[in-house]
């Protein structure tokens, strides 16, 4: 559970030195057009594009991969799929599109520090203060909810040993409801404590 | 209490809720609490979780959990079943089914809420189908196809594989959420509505 850090890795390229709301609408642009590109050859380009912005960024290999390693199995089997039913052509087409999104996608979030990301994201949630949520509380938000994963999954192991105590190891209603209502007590408690703290006003 | 609006709409009992939900979502895909079974299932929960954020939060809060957590999964933090997490899950092949996730949580705590203070098993079940199951395939099954260039009807049918799971997980957190209404009538959204506007928003 602490486990918790971002993918970053910090070198001293350009790609870290842009700012993550530019590299974000990038990713964006970039997205859209890798799903309009339809032939080979610009698909070619396109990883050629996309090797070299990896070797510019300078963060490895290693890092690389582990971006794109959750989407290996679907990759080969989205090729078989398309094999058999598009030739293969499509096939190559289809895979390299995903895959060179998702390196895109990972590209970014390896140079780009977690707290620039979650700042860019804020930004582009403000419209939520429509709806009460104003700045300062997403931003309370968003950092209770971090605090709270840890919180939460020490609940889980807890009730997991008072269930294997009851020796009713294998019922999930055994499990969740007690998750629930207890994550649901810490919620409540957590809000009054926040209400007492003077945040209501 | 003078402030019109924002605080009414917004208390702090609130956004601890909305937190601790969002927290348990990323809780429900963790390697250690989601072996159920033993080890030889592995099913993610997540949408489980969704399904429960919906049923106990009611509509708007549900999904602006779903939002939190996802802005967490994109800022990089490894909040997805499996200890994914960064901008790549949103370009991927289940991108849909990730974004879907909000208004499934925002449908089935709406269809929860219209059925006031005590709403019955099978109305907590249809809730979930419509808004767990349903909202989120039709969210997820255009953006697969799109992303993978296969037909759309195809990419439907080849989801009926995640289909018989997710009606299970349904039921499941449909019964969850019984039993947690049960031992605390505050997991209702209209009894928390009701309580939050006996105590004057406090």
């Known amino acids: 559970m602490n486990g918790l850090t971002g993918a970053y890795v910090p070198r001293a390229s350009p790609l870290h030195r842009l700012p993550a709301g530019a590299k974000l609408a990038g990713l964006a642009v970039a997205c859209t057009v890798l799903v309009l590109l339809t032939s080979l050859l610009a698909l070619g380009v396109a990883t050629l594009v996309v090797v070299a912005l990896y070797a510019l960024s300078r963060v490895g290999a290693a890092a690389a991969w582990a971006q794109v390693r959750p989407v290996r199995w679907f990759a080969v089997a989205l090729f078989a799929f398309q094999l058999l039913f598009a030739g293969p052509e499509t096939a190559a087409a289809t895979v390299l599109r995903v895959v060179l999104a998702v390196a895109l996608a990972g590209l970014v979030t390896l140079t780009t520090r977690m707290s620039a990301m979650l700042a860019a994201l804020e930004r582009c949630l403000s419209p939520v203060r429509f709806v009460g949520l104003d700045p300062f509380r997403l931003s309370l938000l968003l950092s209770l909810t971090v605090r709270s994963v840890p919180v939460i999954a020490a609940l889980a192991v807890r009730v997991r040993e008072a269930q294997r105590a009851r020796g009713v190891e294998r019922s999930l209603r055994a499990f969740a409801v007690p998750l629930v209502v207890g994550s649901l007590r810490h919620a409540d408690a957590l809000g009054e404590a926040l209400s007492a703290r003077g945040l209501d006003d | ?202």
């Open chain 2, 1 to 202: 209490m003078n402030d019109v609006g924002k605080q009414r709409r917004f208390p702090t009992g609130d956004l601890a809720r909305v937190a601790v939900f969002a927290a348990l979502i990323a809780v429900l895909g963790m390697p250690g609490s989601l072996n159920v079974f033993g080890n030889a299932v592995p099913i993610t929960l997540q949408t489980l979780g969704v399904m429960l954020a919906g049923v106990i939060l009611g509509t708007w809060r549900a999904a602006l959990a779903v939002v939190v957590l996802l802005v967490l999964v994109a800022a990089g933090l490894p909040l997805l079943s499996g200890g994914r997490g960064g901008l790549g899950a949103f370009v991927g092949p289940s991108a849909g089914f990730l974004i879907g996730w909000i208004p499934g949580a925002a449908v089935t705590g709406w269809l929860v809420e219209r059925a006031g203070r005590d709403p019955g098993i099978v109305r907590l079940v249809v809730a979930c189908l419509v808004g767990g199951v349903g909202v989120i395939y039709l969210f997820g099954i255009p953006v697969q196809a799109v992303v993978t260039g296969v037909p759309l009807g195809t990419t439907a049918l080849l989801s009926l594989a995640f289909l018989p799971g997710d009606l299970i997980k349904a039921v499941l957190a449909s019964v969850i959420a019984r039993g947690t209404q049960r031992a605390y009538p505050d997991a209702i959204p209209a009894v928390h509505q009701e309580r939050l506007r006996a105590g004057g928003g406090r």
